[in-house]
Structure formats: C-alpha cells, structure tokens
C-alpha cells in the first residue's frame, strides 16, 4: 500500500467514518450474535505474528460464562452503536494494515474459531 493511500485512510479513521468490523466469534460477550461487536475498544493481539493465527482478539470474553449473570454489565463495556475498525487497537506489527497500532485495513473480519484476525496480511 503506498503511503499516500495509507495516510488518507488514515484520516478517515480519524475523522470517526466508521469502516467495517465483522466479528464471526458470535459467542463473545461483545457479539450482538449476528456478527456486530459493540465492544467500545478492541484489542488484538499477535506482536510476532507472521500469518493470520498468531492473532487474537484479547478483548474476547466467553458469553457463557456470565449467563444470567448479574455481574455481565461490569465486564461488557459497550458502546451504543457497532465498533469498526477505528475501535481497533493492533500490535499485530507486522500486518501490512499495521499504522502504529491503528488498523487502516478497508474491513476486518474476526473469525469464529480461535478469534484471530483473518484481514492480517504481512
Ligand atoms: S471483535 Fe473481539 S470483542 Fe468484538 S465481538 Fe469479536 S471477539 Fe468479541
Ligand atoms: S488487519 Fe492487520 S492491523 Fe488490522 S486488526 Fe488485523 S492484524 Fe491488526
């Protein structure tokens, strides 16, 4: 990706335009289980990572374990509206997409296997 491309989306991302996240893991707390996440912050994980499954979605936490739990509200920190991929905060460093820790990839996709990040490309 040339810089200028980088540096424009960059600015979008900064101008709040959402652009899309689409998270498969649909167990997650965060998941509206139709692939939205309304987590307000998403972190991946995966500083050495050289493919797709050295990432992961940190901010991952399993829906199952606060069923009927009274306690879900503290660990879910939501925001109204879907994150994109602006919410997102990468240490995925050598992802192509990587721009110190911002994602400027045009989507991103979460799988629902493991939670890691099928966008990554090196
Ligand atoms: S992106 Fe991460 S926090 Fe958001 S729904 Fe998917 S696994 Fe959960
Ligand atoms: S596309 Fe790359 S920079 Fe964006 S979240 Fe995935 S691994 Fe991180």
Known sequence: MTSKIAKLLN?????????MLK???TDCLHNDKEGKCFAKKIAIDGRT??????????????????????????????????SGVQNID???KNCRF??????????????????SCETFQK
Not at 54 to 66: L, Q, V
């Open 90 to 92: 990468c240490a995925a």
């Open 49 to 82: 990572a050289q493919t797709t499954s050295g990432t992961s979605c940190s901010s991952y936490i399993p829906a199952h374990d606060f069923q009927n739990s009274e306690f879900a509200d503290d660990f879910m920190d939501i925001d109204e509206v879907p």
């Open 23 to 25: 998270c498969q893991r």
């Open 11 to 19: 600015k979008i991302i900064k101008g709040g335009i959402p652009i």
């Open 98 to 115: 990587n721009d110190n820790r911002a994602c400027i990839a045009a989507d991103v996709k979460i799988n629902s296997e493991d939670a």
